[in-house]
């Protein structure tokens, strides 16, 4: 018990501190103590936050939005065909496909950063919003995922049946399948989610026009200026605050789904 | 196409070894071509986006840019074998790089996977409270991107902002948490405060899963909480113990953003402190044949590990 305590404390301090340095002003920040708080503003940092050059932040927050929720929504979609083609459907090679997928989980995503950058030069994709969103909608554990979850959700009778009464395999797959694995389904969009929101190396390699960053690399930038422009150390508090808030709250409100989802990741 | 087991051909041919005993009606699989609208939207983009860069950066590494007519000449592109391979293995930064990422490896991902451990065995035992208080306290750093992560600790590092470098300072110690020997922990600090409650979750609901029965048996025999936690719990959930492992080691020798983020108010990470970080110097450099062949030195070394790690625990184990 005192040893979760201990731990708790571990990781509850920064974001702690997170919230109690949002509220200070700038000056406050090296002449109070950390963990206390003093004049209170958080309102006027974040009204800086989202007026600072021009309110580029709040583009930052929509360039996250879009390139994360649209990026696991389409992710989870085409992750789950190709999970219950290969969990549902024999066919000869399906296992040679699988175990491609399976060495895809295990290639590093900054390894790949790179030569991508060189292949989206030659097509002048750079410096696009599809430079980050296209490679983040493949998700190679997505697909092994669907694919034990179609296997444990999906009874291959219901499908049979769904082929006798003459339906074809997407109308079963969209109104019978689709539902049945749809608590599962949620997970890998969580996952992917995530792992959209958070990642930094794929927009740092593809993006310069700053207009197209999403929140990471955005506040990177600003706090590697905050050396020259010590205000700027509000702004990138507050910013790390607004981006982390909406996602634990989905985290939350979700746990169920997302529980589930690492069970069945876990099992293999 | 003749890639569909057809279902007449499984009805006249005995089952091969007890698989699909039970005998099924005969209503046909889908045909190819809807096989493939299935698979295809997955596989394009993968293909596209993952298995073309990869031969993309083999083929690139492969190459080397010389000159024609001394320095100044013009320069072209040619076949150049080995060289830029032989080039990353003579250069010292890049065996610094893997040398701190390999330190960096050995100690973090035990301690990290040791403490997810301990604190699944803990949220499963009955005597724990408050179970849902830290089951959500754990998880909630994996929902901060690492770059926010690093910048928050980074306050916390940092001389001059820092509460926890202050109460240390009230007691007599004087922490230097960004000096030449402390900031490669800092950064492991980093990653372990993220990744230790998404570990630990995993672990634990491979616990959940384990029937009661078995503990009451074990009971029966004599066995105490302890016992029963390292010689019954532990052994069954080896596989989720095996796969963070894995998914850890991957994470490790993808070091970037910690490093990278510390850097910015750290003089002693240099922009070849992990192996990542170097390719990408090498990259902005210009020198993208060189950059590709780090990449794929680092990608092949994290398969070999990965691979390795889950072959030498599933002899061992029996899994």
Redesign the interface.
Known sequence: ?A??LV??I??????Y??IV?ATKPQGD??ST???TFSNFQLFDNLHTLFTFNGGIFGRWILNTVVYAVLGAAVGT???A??G???AK?????REF?FSV?LG?V???????A??????FSEVGVVNTYFAVF??S??S?FG?YLARIFANAAVPQELI??A??DGA???RT?FSVSFRLMSPALVTIFLFQF?GI?????LPM?MLQKESLFP???G??SW??Q??RTPLLQES??AG?LV??VP??I???VL?RFW?SG??A???? | M????TRPADAVSPPPRGRRRRP??D????R?G??A???T???L??V???L???G??LW?SFRVVRRSGGQYGTSYTTFGGFEQYVEVFQNQEFWSSIGRIGLFGVVQVPVMLF?AL??AL?LDSP????KG??R??????????????A??????YSP?????V?LLNAIGLHPDFLGPGAVLWSAANVST?LW??YNM???F??L??IPQELYEAARIDGAGNWTIAWRIKVPI?A??IV?TT?FSI?GT??L??EP??LR?ISSNISSTFTP?ML??TV?VGNN?QQ??AI??V??VI??VL??GFMRLTSKRAGL
Do not use: H
């Not at chain 1, 459907?89 to 090679?93: K, M, W």
């Not at chain 2, 001059?160 to 926890?164: H, I, K, M, R, Y």
């Open positions: 018990m040893l979760m731990l708790a571990y990781f509850l301090l920064p974001l501190f997170l340095a920040l090296a103590n950390g963990l979609l085409i992750s065909l190709c219950y083609a290969l459907f024999r066919f000869r090679g496909l997928i895809g295990l290639v590093p995503s900054t390894a790949l790179l030569p991508l950058f060189l292949l296209l490679p909608i493949v190679p697909v049979e049946s082929r006798l074809g395999e997407f797959f995530v929101w958070n990642n930094f190396f390699v929140i990471t690399l506040l990177f706090n590697g905050t050396a990138v508090i790390s981006s982390i996602v634990i989905v985290f939350i746990q529980r690492l069970a990741g876990s099992l293999k | 003749t890639d569909i087991a099924r009606l209503v046909g699989g889908p190819a809807t096989i609208a299935f698979l939207p997955f596989f983009p993968f596209l986006f993952y073309v860069p990869i993309y950066a690139q403490t301990v604190m803990l005597l724990l409270k408050l208080f830290f959500i306290t754990a998880f909630m750093p994996y929902a901060v991107p690492g770059v926010i992560a910048i928050m600790w980074s306050y916390l001059q902002l820092s509460p926890v202050d405060w230790t409650g979750l995993i672990m609901s491979a959940q899963s959930i596989p989720s796969m894995v991957i020798l993808q970037y953003s990278a983020v910015q990542n390719a990408y990259a993208y950059a590709a990449s794929v680092i990608a994290t398969f990965s691979f």
